[in-house]
């Protein structure tokens, strides 16, 4: 009886995940009749809130966020978004408790490899991960779990991940323009001091700080989502989110699901017009 009762459990899992990939389809099919977003980025916020909610361990809450994750980053690729970005983990998130602090790393570590097995999302859509920010900062097993799963993604080509871990904008800026300073003063170093024309090459643009930022492989984001219900940015993607459209759903990161994203698509939509025209004012 038991026996009989799993299969008939399983048969209607099966029947309502096809019911639901039907419904997912007819829904993103009348979406494309408008402009798709090409990049979407999403600010996980309300893990811990979740847990406290749900009278769960504070763990779990980033465990159930994985999940969602998951579902919805199947959900944007299934609609046609290409680039999906992911606000992971803060360089200000160091300063919390140094044991929830290791535990955040152990967890990343152990999702971070979750992400790479066969027969996972990234297989399933050829996504390729890219890991964004001061990875140095990281302990050396989450760095190294990092590197891995870019290196195994690098040949995929469908889609991109970006995983924003150790990162705040005003680091990837800092970082930038550090960086073109520092081109610039070895090609000073190499430049003839006489020749002018090569002189006014070596001030410093905005194409040569853009070239260094750690978001580089990836265009501006069309929508930034943030749960909870807040509205700050919270230092994510500040130089790239000029012309984003911005979505703040009540719904805690764990609770986000199907039709949030349907109603920000929605959105980014109706005011599609408006930021492209702001865009050509740039």
Known sequence: MEKGSNVGG????????????????CVFTTLSVGPIPNHLAFIMD???????????K????????FSALMSLLQYCYELGVQYVTVYAFSIDNFKRRPEEVESL???MQEKID????EESIVDRYGIRICFIGNLKLLKDSVREAA???MRATAKNSKSVLSVCIAYTSTDEITH????SCREKLDAIEQAD????EEGNNLLINLVDIEKKMYMVAAPDPDIIIRTSGETRLSNFLLWQSACSHLYSPSALWPDLGFWHLVWAVLNFQRDHWFFEKIKKQI
């Open 10 to 25: 399983k048969t209607s899992n099966t029947y309502t995940g096809k019911l639901g990939s039907l419904l997912r389809k």
């Open 114 to 117: 979750k992400l790479i097995e």
């Open 193 to 196: 001091s006489h020749n002018q």
């Open 105 to 107: 790393m152990d967890l």
């Open 176 to 179: 930038a323009v550090q960086e």
């Open 46 to 56: 309300g893990n811990r809130r979740y847990a406290k909610k749900q009278n769960l």
């Open 147 to 149: 590197e891995r799963a």
């Open 58 to 65: 504070e763990g779990v809450g980033h465990n159930v966020g």
